[in-house]
């Protein structure tokens, strides 16, 4: 079992910068593909950016086009933190922000439904 806690949300303006983390339970954090998602209110839930596991210590990054550029996605293995960098907000970033893992590596890490384990989300509104 994993248990995800996401924190470092908050209302910010657009061009502002946040940082979200997601402490994770479990002894296989180091071999867990991680991902952030984000749902905006009457939106479906929709990938941001995942770390996936290849293997050993090996990771590669994947971010949803609407992101990539100005949000980065990294992991402290020491510490069971994935953490989401994001720069440059927008209005439309406003969402409840999720963190989610899946043991082991997946070649569907866009999808929510490759993920096991999710957190309770946290709030980012971005005003205009």
């Known amino acids: 079992q994993v248990q995800l806690v996401e924190s470092g949300g908050g209302l910010v303006q657009t061009g502002d910068s946040l940082r979200l983390s997601c402490a994770a339970s479990?002894?296989?954090?180091?071999?867990?593909?991680m991902g952030w998602f984000r749902q905006a209110p009457g939106k479906e839930r929709e990938v941001v950016a995942a770390i996936i596991w290849t293997g050993g210590n090996t990771y590669y990054t994947d971010y949803a086009d609407t992101v990539k550029g100005r949000f980065t996605i990294s992991r402290d293995n020491a510490k069971n933190t994935v953490y989401l960098q994001m720069t440059s907000l927008k209005p439309e970033a406003t969402a409840n922000y999720y963190c989610a893992a899946v043991t082991g590596r997946t070649t569907t890490s866009r999808l929510v439904y490759a993920y096991t384990y999710w957190g309770q989300g946290t709030q980012v509104p971005v005003s205009s």
């Open positions: 479990g002894p296989t954090f180091s071999s867990t593909t």
